[in-house]
């Protein structure tokens, strides 16, 4: 199916070209991205299109296409809008915002122009047209006096929205009387990066790239059951339809991720998609991060559900595809395309996560076949509800990484996501540490914004390794390793603790090999997270 995509595209390039569709390249750093402004990224064979990780080199594909998919209900009837393999667009979504409850490109279509990508690099001032046409009318983020707000040192925005039934993908998808609804939901899109070029043993920021969804409801309905996913087409190959795209999920970093272990070059990168802040849900005693700030009472979704994809030709699970609005609602829920429960072969239990073992240690569900050039994945967080008008958010991560074989680059890959799960949004959106307080022995001295229970590292770990956590409030804390079954094994911290952040070093020379688990209780936040110790 990707080579017909690829022939149709180029035939119809003439098409495009008069079409609303705006294409935006993001080149600051290691990664160059080929965004358009209905949601998805193409790849593009020329120099300056495609998704490249420059540190390979020219043709090293690591995304061939990605976007976002919102599916939920609407007075029971289940309604969504998708970014897949689909000629010309690749996308169900509209250019730019819902007006006056029409879609812009229906009730406004002589603003085309408007709703395009806006690019703007640090520096950029009224000389740039995107900065001096900045699009804060239809809700581009902006400074107090009105200027464009610069995330990391080069931003592209989009608006779009899914509730224009003529999009050509839309259509593309209503088959066999499984006809796809539309949604009064707006998305704002940003995506940014830092400026950089060294390897990423250097410079964690100079092969990453973070985008931020804000997701509107704008119709006069509420919509419940909503998920949020990014699919995405991951490539990792040189060849031109790569062969050795390996799905596989870890859910102690909600990270969804492709790895190449026999592919034909004598590199084997690693290429994850981080969801560092979920959509937000009510939840007593806990705090939810929206935009760096602080919600009480709220928790952030983590990854809910992952399907793997082996090939956009599969037709079956459990590696096919979604084409239809039931079998995106079912791998929304973390069920197969057909409906049937996710069964991991390597103990017999159910999952909502297909290959959620781990390559490194060679335990668990792993997938390790050949794939198709459609190989990817979709990682989901929900279910969540959007009243009318309501706002959800949701951050992540593009993260590749390249080691010296596939086992490295997976490690240096977590370690990645690790860095950036534990880094204050502040910091990775404007380049800001966090709030100074103070300077105590030469040291500046930082308060936390939320509680936290970092993932340990190194992980799997023999015999000692880090865990990392944070407090915004004073209290009395512990913090104790569990086995498998519920026995405490050890207790690593128990005393009352300032504000401030930690770090603790286990030593596990006593314990035997397997999966362990690490818990946090400081006073209404409780937080667990799992740790595999291999001899």
């Known amino acids: 199916m990707k080579r017909l995509i690829l022939i149709m595209t180029i035939l119809s390039s003439t098409i495009l070209a008069q079409s609303p569709v705006n294409y935006r390249i993001l080149d600051i750093n290691n990664i160059r991205l080929h965004l358009n402004n209905i949601g998805g990224l193409n790849y593009s064979p020329s120099s300056e299109g495609g998704g490249y990780w420059l540190q390979l080199h020219q043709d090293s594909i690591i995304v061939f296409d990605q976007g976002p998919w919102v599916i939920g ?52 001032g009224i000389g740039n047209p995107d900065y001096r046409d900045w699009s804060k009318s239809f809700g581009a983020p902006v ?64 092969n990453t790239v973070f985008e931020e969804f804000t997701i509107i409801n704008k119709g ?18 040189t060849s031109f339809f790569p062969l050795y795209n390996e799905p596989a999920s870890d859910t102690t970093l909600d990270l969804g991720y492709c790895w190449d272990k026999t592919g034909s070059t004598s590199y084997h990168p690693a290429v994850g998609y981080a969801l560092l802040y979920g959509p937000s849900i009510q939840s007593t005693g806990n705090t939810a991060i929206i935009k760096g700030k602080i919600k009480n009472n709220y928790k952030n979704l983590s990854m809910t559900a ?47 996560f297909t290959w959620d073992g781990d390559p490194v240690s060679n335990t668990g569900w792993i997938l390790n076949q050949n794939t198709g050039g459609g190989a990817g994945f979709n990682m989901f967080a929900g279910p969540f509800t959007m009243t009318r008008g309501d706002t959800q958010w949701v951050m992540m ?130 937080q667990s997270k799992k740790m595999l110790l291999m001899k």
């Open 73 to 124: 209900k609407i007075n029971r009837r289940i309604s969504g809008s998708y970014v897949e393999w689909f000629i010309r667009t690749s996308s169900s979504f509209s250019p730019g915002p819902i007006i006056n409850g029409v879609p812009a490109m229906q009730s406004q279509p002589q603003d085309s122009t408007l709703y395009r990508i806006y690019k703007i690099s640090r520096g950029d």
């Open 143 to 206: 400074n107090i006096d009105g200027t464009p707000k610069i995330y990391g040192d080069q931003m592209l925005w989009t608006v779009y929205n899914a509730l224009d039934a003529n999009t050509k993908s839309r259509i593309a998808w209503n088959r066999s009387g499984d006809s796809l609804k539309v949604m009064p939901v707006e998305i704002h899109q940003l995506v940014y990066a830092r400026k950089g070029t060294l390897p990423d043993n250097q410079d964690l920021f100079s």
């Open 220 to 237: 006069d309905t509420d919509i419940d059951s909503l998920y949020f996913s990014l699919w995405a087409d991951v490539d990792i190959n």
């Open 306 to 352: 992952f399907h793997g994809i082996i090939d956009d030709a599969d037709p079956v699970p459990p590696g096919n595809p979604a084409f239809t609005t039931t079998q995106a609602w079912n791998i929304a829920r973390g069920y197969f395309t057909d409906g049937t429960l996710k069964i991991d072969p390597t103990n017999g239990r159910p999952t909502r």
């Open 397 to 526: 991560a593009l993260v590749p990484a390249l080691g010296a074989d596939y086992k490295e680059s997976i490690t240096m890959m977590r370690r990645k996501v690790a860095l950036l799960r534990s880094t204050p949004y502040d910091s990775l959106a404007f380049g800001k540490m966090p709030l100074i307080v103070g300077v105590k022995e030469n040291k500046l001295q930082f308060i936390p914004t939320s509680y936290n229970l970092y993932q340990n590292f190194p992980n799997p770990f023999n015999p000692t390794t880090t865990i990392n956590y944070q407090l915004p409030i004073e209290g009395f804390v512990t913090i104790k390793v569990y086995d498998v079954i519920g026995r405490k094994v050890a207790t690593l911290v128990n005393e009352k603790k300032s504000v401030g952040y930690y770090k603790i070093n286990f030593d596990s020379s006593k314990l035997t090999s397997g999966v362990y688990i690490y818990t946090i209780t400081a006073n209404n936040f409780i």
